[in-house]
């Protein structure tokens, strides 16, 4: 398959990584009420293609593992997030990984770098049990306290937006918003949005994206 063609399958299952060189952290939040370091993190893309989801989250395992941190890809546990799964059912899963800690990852937004015209890409969103996607947690103001920015599992069920490729991928800019949950209090660690412009291949994008995410973990002393 060309490397024009796996883009393509990318952007369009909603994948939400496509980062390259000019993969930004555009927003970055931590608790200041969490204090250590996470030990072992359970991985989860909610995309809607599963190969590619394998991809990114054998990527993200990949990077952390090697910065010392237990990580858990969550493909690997039979979790599947192209379709809901009830709390419970994950929970277990997280457990018997003895896992202190969730990462989630997502596409949140597109913007246009410059004029494309009419062929800028647009979305379809599937409403999960929580109704609307509603807004970022990551845009909270920065004193709410934990407790109300919701929780891992209300964010991994508000439910699923799928990106539809412009006919040409120049100029355009995907907002990719990663989230890190404490699964004993299941308060909010630690979030950040990324700006990625779409370009290269798939596999090279994700171990961009996955750098500045741990990048920015290790600067917040996470890992």
Known sequence: MTIAKRLLTLVLSGLLVAACTGTKTSESWKSQSYEGKINKVYIIGIAKSE???????????????SAGVGAVASY???????????????????????????????????????????????????????????????????????????????????????????????????????????LNTEELIWSAQLETHLEGNIETMMRLFVEEVAKDLKDKGLI
């Open 51 to 65: 190969p590619n989801r394998m991809l990114f989250e054998d990527t993200f395992e990949s990077r952390l593992t």
């Open 76 to 182: 690997k546990d039979l979790l599947p997030t192209n379709q809901e799964v009830e709390r419970q059912d994950i929970i277990k899963r997280m457990r018997n990984n003895n896992c202190d800690s969730v990462l989630l990852t997502r596409l949140v937004g597109q913007k246009k770098k410059g004029s494309i015209g009419s062929r800028h890409g647009s979305y379809t969103y599937t409403p999960g049990t929580y109704g609307g996607y509603g807004p970022s947690v990551q845009r909270l103001p920065s004193d709410t306290p934990a407790g109300q920015r919701g929780t891992w599992y209300k964010y991994y069920n508000a439910g699923r937006m799928n990106y539809v490729a412009p006919t040409s991928l120049d100029n355009v800019i995907l907002t990719v918003e990663s989230v890190l949950y404490d």
